[in-house]
């Protein structure tokens, strides 16, 4: 189609064309419901967690029976890249690394089937698998609490906090809503097992009277004279009285009361004297939602359903899991504003006029409008990382209206027609516009399109660029047509003020003359050996992604056995008073650490807790002060930071270390710790990620017995054990209130313990007669750990740090020794290696898409070579000038190949337009004349855009503010390149096409 027929098609049919402009506009706001909004896009999930509880074994045996069988099964599923195991305690967690571009449904259908043909390979007792995707760590959506104090005395407090509950859970993609430190009595029977050794039964009947004593039970319906009854037991128990009085069977036609074999009292749950936030009692209430939530939507309503509430029950949120997106559509919007103003006021103060102004602003909201569009048709979701760059790509959307209203402005000005200043206007630009639009969208495609682990990751921001810069050039051929055409009067009464065009020349001419008397070759030459020496010895660190700043600090406290509650409760104190004398503003909240097993623990012992503290001003300070208080403690403890949802996302972040394999535990730990000995006498930095806390294993063998009456009651033994640990649930009794019933055990062990003598333990034989362990049984003791790790049926411990080379045999002479290194930097170089293919790929691309542009050999060959030296000495200056390098410094670069190729192609084509006659400086005076409006119309409304994306960037922002200020770097010196290079370049090495 020529475009005098395109452009009389405006003259021709231009109701036409604004009225499907405006039915566009019209369309985006009836397609709003329409937009998919999420914290971040969809990645491909690379980890699966296989988590079995083995309860009441060994790390030892959960290793050797659970963990290992389960990775032999799973290491011949297809696409599993790596196995690691962790066996502890009661627990086996298998980890699944999967191979980059495996199918995750077709490995599904295959784990899902190993893990049914488990269930026989594996011992009895081991519970049912379940099979976690991502992280196995618990992410609620949304944190609340509800300080406790002050609505101890509201009646209906517990009715109306069910209610919220209640309503929280009704909320559409709500999974879960979990209540840890509400108040609420528990009844707990305490066994004395001296006196109930007095009695011939063993704790299983007890329970099992208990039980039956506390439910009622149904015998059906049975009919009568008129009507249908239905026969009930009601349960004996239903207070304290009756639990004291209720009778316990002795099998020999005696009884005696419960209140002579236990003590029965009631008691708070540990939980709900260690949920605390800001060392005042509290009740927490962690939301689970579908991750594939609008988090907005889903945040608002759970916001309107608390502010119902408000006047009953004063809530808190500490956390939400929306504020990340939040904080960056807000940090959007503020971009968009700050840019569209700031380029529209640019734009009036270089045009001086109104018409050309307003052109340009409604071309760029309908570029918006029509981006709207492309982003539902493409099913993009406005999410962390497409919001970046929408960031970016905003300040890019005036630079082809801008070309196009000037070029038909100034053929305006030369007196022609409006048909024909459109025509020539839209003629004169066109190549420049297409050559730069397609340049930008087509070095994106071979980035997207290569299968890496971050395609998926930065899809969404490379598309979102491409796309803004497909829409200015749609809106620069479509609407400021069609506007010039309508408000052609205006705009050609309305003349560029030229009048510090002929002082910006002065100082250009005074400038390129002493330009031209330096010695350019041998400045450059020095210039770049300095830059480049400089970059070798202070050059930036390399990685592929900015560092996530944490948004707050975790600490985990998992006490040592024998441990009270008092104990811990007095240590939870002091350590808040401190920390609240350190920095009065730390918002610390305090939860037990498995907030979903509450029924397993003990009223008077200590449980795991997990401090959160967010709002750190002092992190080292901090820390300190917790390693010192828990370094004279009894705890075992862990210290990390809370990272932001961003950062969990992230795909790959290379880290230095070593994997050490082998296959005795005994040698793999002598090995690692001559190894830390080593490392620490060389200087080196790093330390294991894990080493395991030695314990003592004993095993009792039982003794031959010759009278079978004697033989002992192993269950008897086993339940008083666990009992004591750990309160047996039985159910719920009470009329109106219910409270929860346990069964637990006065604490026997803690004087055999302190003597390490277990001998005199007593517990039932098979006719319920008391003996001791002593009698029935021999042990042997043994060293074991509270945790295994292997990784391919290895054990294995990992360094994380500095990377040394050495030989295994000089650890391991025997040749048993097998080492994984992993380098971060040489990750990092293959990484970078991986885009500079294909950075040569898209300039492969890009040449052949201006061959065709051009319809030449040699001019896309020239143009691509001055880009190239262009981006070269951007890279240059990016260097010298950031302290780190990563994958945001790359897309702006990307970016910027686009936009040099834009200024390239336009001053070529005011380069051909002149006679041959006219040479030497004229020649380039008219150029630039032709091109210091655009040049400069583009450069500031562009940087305009970029400057609040850098400048007044928020937390989670980083990759954008990195790509921006690469681009505000990069048009400062294409400005220098405009005025100073590409003159020289094409004086000297411009071949016109015979």
Same mark, same amino acid.
């Given at each position: 189609?020529?475009?005098?027929?395109?452009?009389?098609?405006?003259?021709?049919?231009?109701?036409?064309?604004?009225?499907?402009?405006?039915?566009?506009?019209?369309?985006?706001?009836?397609?709003?419901?329409?937009?998919?909004?999420?914290?971040?896009?969809?990645?491909?999930?690379?980890?699966?967690?296989?988590?079995?509880?083995?309860?009441?074994?060994?790390?030892?045996?959960?290793?050797?029976?659970?963990?290992?069988?389960?990775?032999?099964?799973?290491?011949?599923?297809?696409?599993?890249?790596?196995?690691?195991?962790?066996?502890?305690?009661?627990?086996?967690?298998?980890?699944?690394?999967?191979?980059?571009?495996?199918?995750?449904?077709?490995?599904?259908? !295959?784990?899902?089937?190993?893990?049914?043909?488990?269930?026989?390979?594996?011992?009895?007792?081991?519970?049912?698998?379940?099979?976690?995707?991502?992280?196995?760590?618990?992410? @609620?959506?949304?944190?609340?609490?509800?300080?406790?104090?002050?609505?101890?005395?509201?009646?209906?407090?517990?009715?109306?906090?069910?209610?919220?509950?209640?309503?929280?859970?009704?909320?559409?993609?709500?999974?879960?809503?979990?209540?840890?430190?509400?108040?609420?009595?528990?009844?707990?029977?305490?066994?004395?097992?001296?006196?109930?050794?007095?009695?011939?039964?063993? #704790?299983?009947?007890?329970?099992?009277?208990?039980?039956?004593?506390?439910?009622?039970?149904?015998?059906?319906?049975?009919?009568?004279?008129?009507?249908?009854?239905?026969?009930?037991?009601?349960?004996?128990?239903?207070?304290?009285?009756?639990?004291?009085?209720?009778?316990?069977?002795?099998?020999?036609?005696?009884?005696?009361?419960?209140?002579?074999?236990?003590?029965?009292?009631?008691?708070?749950?540990?939980?709900?004297?260690?949920?605390?936030?800001?060392?005042?009692?509290?009740?927490?209430?962690?939301?689970?939602?579908?991750?594939?939530?609008?988090?907005?939507?889903?945040?608002?309503?759970?916001?309107?359903?608390?502010?119902?509430?408000?006047?009953?029950?004063?809530?808190?949120?500490?956390?939400?899991?929306?504020?990340?997106?939040?904080?960056?559509?807000?940090?959007?919007?503020?971009?968009?504003?700050?840019?569209?103003?700031?380029?529209?006021?640019?734009?009036?103060?270089?045009?001086?006029?109104?018409?050309?102004?307003?052109?340009?602003?409604?071309?760029?909201?309908?570029?918006?409008?029509?981006?709207?569009?492309?982003?539902?048709?493409?099913?993009?979701?406005?999410?962390?990382?497409?919001?970046?760059?929408?960031?970016?790509?905003?300040?890019?959307?005036?630079?082809?209206?801008?070309?196009?209203?000037?070029?038909?402005?100034?053929?305006?000005?030369?007196?022609?027609? *409006?048909?024909?200043?459109?025509?020539?206007?839209?003629?004169?630009?066109?190549?420049?516009?297409?050559?730069?639009?397609?340049?930008?969208?087509?070095?994106?495609?071979?980035?997207?399109?290569?299968?890496?682990?971050?395609?998926?990751?930065?899809?969404?921001?490379?598309?979102?660029?491409?796309?803004?810069?497909?829409?200015?050039?749609?809106?620069?051929?479509?609407?400021?047509?069609?506007?010039?055409?309508?408000?052609?009067?205006?705009?050609?009464?309305?003349?560029?003020?030229?009048?510090?065009?002929?002082?910006?020349?002065?100082?250009?001419?005074?400038?390129?003359?002493?330009?031209?008397?330096?010695?350019?070759?041998?400045?450059?030459?020095?210039?770049?050996?300095?830059?480049?020496?400089?970059?070798?010895?202070?050059?930036? *660190?390399?990685?592929?992604?900015?560092?996530?700043?944490?948004?707050?600090?975790?600490?985990?406290?998992?006490?040592?056995?024998?441990?009270?509650?008092?104990?811990?409760?007095?240590?939870?104190?002091?350590?808040?008073?401190?920390?609240?004398?350190?920095? @009065?503003?730390?918002?610390?909240?305090?939860?037990?650490?498995?907030?979903?097993?509450?029924?397993?623990?003990?009223?008077?012992?200590?449980?795991?807790?997990?401090?959160?503290?967010?709002?750190?001003?002092?992190?080292?300070?901090?820390?300190?002060?917790?390693?010192?208080?828990?370094?004279?403690?009894?705890?075992?403890?862990?210290?990390?930071?809370?990272? *932001?949802?961003?950062?969990?996302?992230?795909?790959?972040?290379?880290?230095?270390?070593?994997?050490?394999?082998?296959?005795?535990?005994? !040698?793999?730990?002598?090995?690692?710790?001559?190894?830390?000995?080593?490392?620490?006498?060389?200087?080196?930095?790093?330390?294991?990620?894990?080493?395991?806390?030695?314990?003592?294993?004993?095993?009792?063998?039982?003794?031959?017995?010759?009278?079978?009456?004697?033989?002992?009651?192993?269950?008897?033994?086993?339940?008083?054990?666990?009992?004591?640990?750990?309160?047996?649930?039985?159910?719920? #009794?009470?009329?109106?209130?219910?409270?929860?019933?346990?069964?637990?055990?006065?604490?026997?062990?803690?004087?055999?313990?302190?003597?390490?003598?277990?001998?005199?333990?007593?517990?039932?034989?098979?006719?319920?007669?008391?003996?001791?362990?002593?009698?029935?049984?021999?042990?042997?003791?043994?060293?074991?750990?509270?945790?295994?790790?292997?990784?391919?049926?290895?054990?294995?411990?990992?360094?994380?740090?500095?990377?040394?080379?050495?030989?295994?045999?000089?650890?391991?002479?025997?040749?048993?020794?097998?080492?994984?290194?992993?380098?971060?930097?040489?990750?990092?170089?293959?990484?970078?290696?991986?885009?500079?293919?294909?950075?040569?790929?898209?300039?492969?691309?890009?040449?052949?898409?201006?061959?065709?542009?051009?319809? *030449?050999?040699?001019?896309?060959?020239?143009?691509?070579?001055?880009?190239?030296?262009?981006?070269?000495?951007?890279?240059?200056?990016?260097?010298?000038?950031?302290?780190?390098?990563?994958?945001?410094?790359?897309?702006?670069?990307?970016?910027?190949?686009?936009?040099?190729?834009?200024?390239?192609?336009?001053?070529? !084509?005011?380069?051909?337009?002149?006679?041959?006659?006219?040479?030497?400086?004229?020649?380039?005076?008219?150029?630039?004349?032709?091109?210091?409006? @655009?040049?400069?119309?583009?450069?500031?409304?562009?940087?305009?855009?970029?400057?609040?994306?850098?400048?007044?960037?928020?937390?989670?922002?980083?990759?954008? !503010?990195?790509?921006?200020?690469?681009?505000?770097?990069?048009?400062?010196?294409?400005?220098?390149?405009?005025?100073?290079?590409?003159?020289?370049?094409?004086?000297?090495?411009?071949?016109?096409?015979?």
């Amino acid at each position: 189609m020529k475009i005098e027929s395109y452009v009389l098609s405006f003259f021709k049919h231009k109701c036409l064309y604004f009225v499907i402009c405006l039915s566009i506009v019209i369309a985006a706001f009836f397609r709003i419901p329409e937009l998919e909004i999420w914290l971040l896009p969809n990645l491909t999930p690379s980890r699966y967690f296989i988590v079995t509880e083995y309860p009441n074994h060994s790390a030892e045996d959960t290793d050797m029976m659970v963990s290992l069988p389960i990775s032999e099964l799973v290491s011949s599923v297809k696409s599993v890249d790596r196995i690691r195991t962790i066996s502890e305690h009661s627990k086996s967690i298998v980890r699944i690394d999967l191979q980059f571009g495996a199918s995750v449904r077709d490995f599904k259908e !295959e784990l899902y089937q190993r893990i049914l043909e488990m269930k026989d390979k594996l011992p009895f007792g081991v519970e049912p698998s379940r099979l976690v995707q991502g992280e196995i760590k618990d992410s @609620p959506f949304l944190e609340l609490v509800i300080p406790r104090d002050g609505n101890d005395n509201l009646v209906n407090f517990q009715f109306h906090l069910q209610q919220l509950v209640f309503q929280l859970e009704r909320i559409p993609d709500v999974t879960e809503v979990r209540v840890t430190g509400n108040r609420k009595k528990n009844s707990i029977i305490s066994i004395n097992p001296e006196i109930l050794d007095l009695f011939p039964i063993n #704790i299983r009947d007890l329970e099992s009277q208990l039980q039956t004593g506390i439910r009622g039970g149904s015998l059906g319906v049975v009919e009568e004279y008129t009507k249908e009854t239905e026969l009930k037991f009601s349960p004996e128990v239903l207070s304290h009285q009756n639990l004291s009085e209720f009778p316990i069977h002795l099998g020999n036609g005696n009884s005696v009361g419960l209140g002579r074999l236990a003590t029965i009292y009631e008691a708070d749950s540990p939980g709900e004297k260690l949920t605390r936030m800001n060392g005042k009692n509290s009740i927490y209430l962690a939301i689970f939602a579908d991750p594939s939530s609008n988090p907005l939507s889903l945040s608002s309503e759970i916001t309107t359903k608390l502010r119902s509430f408000d006047s009953l029950i004063a809530s808190e949120i500490f956390y939400d899991g929306s504020n990340e997106l939040k904080d960056q559509i807000k940090q959007t919007g503020f971009n968009m504003i700050w840019g569209l103003g700031f380029a529209f006021l640019f734009s009036f103060l270089l045009y001086r006029s109104w018409t050309p102004t307003v052109i340009l602003l409604i071309s760029v909201l309908f570029s918006l409008v029509f981006f709207f569009h492309l982003i539902l048709f493409f099913s993009i979701s406005i999410n962390l990382l497409s919001l970046g760059g929408i960031s970016v790509g905003i300040g890019m959307l005036f630079d082809a209206s801008n070309l196009t209203v000037f070029s038909i402005k100034k053929h305006l000005n030369m007196g022609l027609s *409006s048909f024909d200043a459109v025509t020539m206007g839209i003629r004169s630009v066109l190549v420049s516009l297409v050559s730069s639009s397609l340049t930008t969208i087509i070095v994106f495609i071979p980035l997207l399109l290569f299968p890496m682990q971050w395609k998926e990751f930065f899809f969404d921001s490379g598309v979102c660029i491409a796309l803004l810069v497909f829409c200015s050039l749609v809106s620069s051929v479509l609407i400021v047509p069609l506007l010039s055409i309508s408000l052609s009067e205006s705009l050609k009464m309305e003349s560029i003020s030229f009048e510090k065009e002929d002082s910006l020349f002065q100082i250009d001419n005074k400038t390129n003359v002493l330009f031209s008397r330096l010695n350019v070759r041998l400045i450059s030459i020095i210039s770049v050996l300095i830059l480049f020496f400089y970059l070798f010895g202070f050059g930036p *660190s390399w990685k592929i992604f900015p560092e996530q700043v944490p948004i707050g600090n975790r600490l985990q406290m998992i006490p040592w056995n024998h441990l009270s509650l008092e104990e811990e409760l007095r240590f939870v104190e002091d350590l808040e008073k401190k920390i609240k004398i350190l920095d @009065p503003t730390l918002s610390v909240f305090l939860s037990p650490l498995n907030v979903y097993d509450t029924k397993s623990q003990h009223p008077k012992k200590a449980i795991p807790i997990e401090w959160k503290f967010f709002g750190v001003k002092k992190e080292k300070e901090l820390e300190r002060l917790v390693s010192d208080e828990l370094l004279r403690s009894r705890w075992d403890w862990k210290w990390e930071p809370i990272n *932001s949802q961003l950062k969990t996302a992230l795909p790959f972040i290379p880290v230095d270390s070593i994997v050490f394999l082998h296959d005795q535990w005994e !040698e793999l730990t002598r090995i690692v710790m001559n190894f830390q000995t080593q490392s620490k006498t060389n200087g080196f930095v790093g330390k294991f990620d894990f080493l395991p806390k030695e314990i003592r294993l004993e095993e009792w063998t039982r003794n031959q017995i010759p009278i079978p009456d004697w033989n002992p009651n192993e269950e008897d033994l086993k339940q008083k054990f666990l009992y004591e640990q750990k309160p047996k649930y039985l159910g719920s #009794i009470g009329e109106t209130t219910k409270t929860d019933l346990y069964l637990s055990f006065d604490s026997f062990l803690s004087s055999h313990t302190n003597t390490n003598d277990f001998s005199k333990i007593s517990f039932k034989t098979k006719n319920n007669e008391t003996t001791f362990l002593s009698s029935l049984f021999r042990s042997k003791q043994r060293g074991s750990l509270n945790q295994f790790r292997r990784e391919s049926g290895l054990f294995s411990a990992e360094w994380i740090g500095q990377v040394m080379d050495f030989d295994p045999k000089d650890l391991d002479p025997s040749g048993h020794l097998t080492l994984l290194k992993v380098s971060a930097s040489e990750e990092i170089k293959k990484f970078y290696l991986i885009l500079v293919i294909l950075l040569v790929i898209s300039f492969v691309f890009i040449y052949l898409a201006l061959v065709g542009i051009y319809e *030449s050999f040699w001019i896309p060959f020239f143009y691509l070579s001055i880009s190239c030296f262009y981006l070269l000495v951007t890279m240059i200056f990016v260097f010298s000038l950031f302290s780190e390098f990563h994958l945001g410094h790359y897309i702006g670069l990307v970016v910027l190949l686009g936009l040099s190729i834009d200024s390239i192609s336009l001053f070529g !084509e005011r380069w051909i337009e002149i006679p041959e006659k006219v040479t030497g400086l004229k020649k380039r005076e008219y150029v630039l004349r032709w091109l210091l409006w @655009p040049i400069l119309l583009n450069s500031g409304t562009t940087m305009m855009g970029l400057f609040p994306v850098f400048v007044f960037g928020c937390p989670g922002s980083e990759f954008s !503010e990195s790509i921006a200020s690469t681009m505000f770097v990069g048009i400062l010196i294409s400005l220098f390149f405009v005025f100073y290079i590409y003159p020289n370049l094409f004086e000297k090495f411009w071949i016109k096409k015979t």
